[in-house]
C-alpha cells in the first residue's frame, strides 16, 4: 500500500496516525518512500480505536493551511469515517466502500474548498478506493 501511495495518491501535507504499534508499522514504509523532507507527522494516542465521530473532530481542528492530510487509524471508526464523508464518487467505488473497508483499505476524497472546521459527513467526493486485494490482483 506504501508503494502505491507514493506513485497514486497525493503526497500529504500533513500525517495523522495512531500510536498503536500496528498504524505505525504501516507508517513507517510509507515514510521511507516518500520524498524527503517526509510531511509533519503527528502520533496521536487519541486517534487510537477512535469512533468516527471523534476522527472528524480530529480533521477539523487541522490548520486551514493543510491541504492534504493522510489519516492512519483503525477499523471500525476509519471506516465508518470514509462512508460518512462519502458524499460523490466513482459508483464501483462507492459501492466497494459500503461492502467493507478492510484492514489496510485507502480512501482518497477530495473536499470542498475551506476550511477543515466546515467538513461534515457527504463532503467527500470518492476520487478512489483501493483495497490491499486490489494491489496483488
Not at 509533519?40 to 492534504?68: F, H, M, N, Q, W
Request: proline share 9%; hydrophobic share 40%.
Amino acid at each position: 500500500m506504501a508503494e502505491h501511495i507514493v506513485h497514486n495518491a497525493p503526497r500529504p501535507d500533513l500525517i495523522l496516525c495512531s500510536t498503536a504499534v500496528r498504524t505505525r508499522q504501516t507508517l513507517a514504509p510509507l515514510v521511507h518512500r516518500l520524498s524527503q523532507p517526509a510531511p509533519p507527522i503527528a502520533l496521536e494516542k487519541g486517534l487510537y480505536l477512535a469512533s468516527e465521530p471523534a476522527l472528524l473532530v480530529r480533521l477539523r481542528a487541522v490548520p486551514d493551511d493543510v491541504r492534504t492530510v493522510l489519516l492512519i487509524g483503525h477499523n471500525e471508526g476509519i471506516g465508518e469515517l470514509a462512508e460518512a464523508l462519502a458524499g460523490t464518487g466513482d459508483p464501483t467505488a462507492l459501492d466497494r466502500l459500503h461492502e467493507k473497508y478492510p484492514t489496510g483499505a485507502l480512501a482518497t476524497f477530495e473536499t470542498p474548498d475551506g476550511s477543515w472546521r466546515a467538513l461534515a459527513p457527504g463532503d467527500g467526493d470518492l476520487l478512489a478506493f483501493v483495497r490491499p486485494r486490489d494491489l496483488t490482483a
